[in-house]
């Protein structure tokens, strides 16, 4: 039985070095960084998204996917800009990109919109990638350079240039064609956004951020979770999410919101996504009624990201797989 770390010492130095440097990063800019707890009531709803269950004194609480809810708590008691980097999970998920626990550095702006976080979230990547190495971030074989201004590309743009379809009128026939040629066989029973998304993590991914990273930006108005809906930027200026991800090297590092603000409005998501839930043959998470709460007494206008430190320590390394830069994965 092998029990020494999984990541050399190297590695590990490297790591608590990029610790310090997102701290340092935030502190210069007046963010307080904060703590929330990992054992939550409710660990939020995503259809998509799994937390353990943990049995605590006869409840049941979860191990959180983001301290999200917590955060948006602090803000709406008048917290200002605020940062957390701590463990985060998910159950059910494990490989090269994936451990069910990492670590999460998630942050809030107040006054701030996407464009902003984007701007943000740019500087930081680069100061890390910098600290830690030359500046380029890379993931077996490819690369991108952090020195020129990152690409802002939007979700349709994103899709329809590698599959030459428009995602919001698309033949699920011609996505299961795709993810076949790709070598992804997609179950029978598959809706047209599980094809899309089944098509977007095999055949769009692995494109996006080579030679410099990409912000991919308006998602689908289907996938704005915590966001806002706005006007698109697309020529046809459908409604959009205010929502981004960014890649590098073809690794998804980050999602990022201008965040929605009115309760109504998140109450009703969160029920929807309930139900999507049931449909998918999984329970309902409960609702956090006390994060209700603080929306309905104001959360400030602000934008939010969630950045996966590991990864990034990944891509900023060069290493292919996630357990390289962890003492140890999870047993």
């Not at 890390?128 to 743009?157: K, M, N, S, Y």
Request: hydrophobic share 40%; net charge negative.
């Amino acid at each position: 039985m092998d029990w020494r770390p999984t990541a050399t010492w190297q590695a590990l130095r490297l790591r608590a070095l990029g610790l310090a440097r997102v701290r340092a990063f935030f502190d210069v800019r007046g963010s307080l960084e904060v703590q929330t707890p990992a054992l939550v009531p409710c660990p939020g709803v995503d259809a998509h998204l799994d937390a353990p269950a943990v049995d605590l004194d006869g409840h049941a609480r979860f191990l959180a996917t983001s301290p999200e809810y917590a955060m948006k708590r602090l803000l709406a008691a008048g917290s200002g800009p605020i940062h957390q980097v701590g463990p985060a999970f998910r159950a059910g998920e494990r490989g090269d990109l994936h451990e069910p626990e990492f670590t999460i550095v998630e942050w809030y702006e107040p006054g701030a919109d996407d464009d902003g976080c984007m701007q943000t979230t740019e500087a930081l990547v680069r100061d890390v990638a910098h600290a830690l190495g030359d500046g380029v971030l890379r993931h077996r074989g490819a690369q991108a350079g952090t020195d020129e201004p990152f690409e802002r590309i939007t979700f349709r743009q994103a899709f329809g240039r590698v599959t030459d379809m428009d995602p919001s009128d698309v033949d699920p026939r011609r996505l299961g064609r795709l993810l076949r040629a790709s070598g992804v066989r997609p179950p029978r029973d598959a809706s047209t956004e599980e094809l899309q998304d089944l098509v977007l993590g095999a055949v769009v991914q692995p494109t996006l951020g080579i030679g410099r990273p990409t912000f991919v930006t308006d998602w689908p108005t289907s996938r704005a979770a915590l966001a806002r809906i706005r006007p698109g930027r697309d020529p046809d200026a459908a409604p959009a999410a205010a929502r981004f991800e960014l890649y590098a090297a073809g690794v998804e590092l980050c999602n990022g919101y201008h965040e929605l603000t009115s309760e109504p409005e998140q109450r009703a998501r969160i029920e929807a996504e309930n139900l999507r839930r049931v449909a998918n043959g999984k329970q309902p998470s409960p609702t956090d009624e006390r994060f209700l709460a603080a929306l309905a007494h104001g959360l400030p206008d602000c934008a939010g990201n969630a950045l996966g430190f590991d990864r990034l320590l990944m891509v900023s390394l060069g290493v292919p797989a996630i357990e390289q830069v962890l003492a140890f994965r999870v047993q």
